[in-house]
């Protein structure tokens, strides 16, 4: 069994930045590769950035150049620097491991607004 919880999320002005975090209990979190996905209201839940075991990344290209992903295996963590912030980048933002199971965490707000 796999938990995953998000910290980090807030209210920030545009063109700000926020670094979330992602920390994943038990011992398979090295083994996988991590997403991050965000759900704005009434819209679906949209992949935002993927790093995979080796430390290969890929974004949605609405957030290249803007967002980076990294992950810490030594501390089973995966990170979203979050940089020039746009309002239109408000969400509830979720990490995600895909194994055999699939696990999500519970969510962090993000709000970019002035």
């Known amino acids: 069994q796999v938990q995953l919880v998000e910290s980090g999320g807030g209210l920030v002005q545009p063109g700000g930045s926020l670094r979330l975090s992602c920390a994943a209990s038990g011992s398979i979190f090295r083994f996988y590769a991590m997403n991050w996905y965000r759900q704005a209201p009434g819209s679906q839940r949209d992949l935002v950035a993927t790093i995979t075991t080796g430390g290969d990344t890929n974004y949605a290209d609405s957030v290249k150049g803007r967002f980076t992903i990294s992950r810490d295996n030594a501390k089973n963590t995966v990170y979203l620097q979050m940089n020039s912030l746009k309002p239109e980048d408000t969400a509830v933002y979720y990490c995600?491991?895909?194994?055999?199971?699939?696990?999500w965490g519970q969510g962090t707000q993000v709000t970019v607004s002035s």
């Open positions: 995600n491991l895909r194994s055999r199971s699939e696990y």
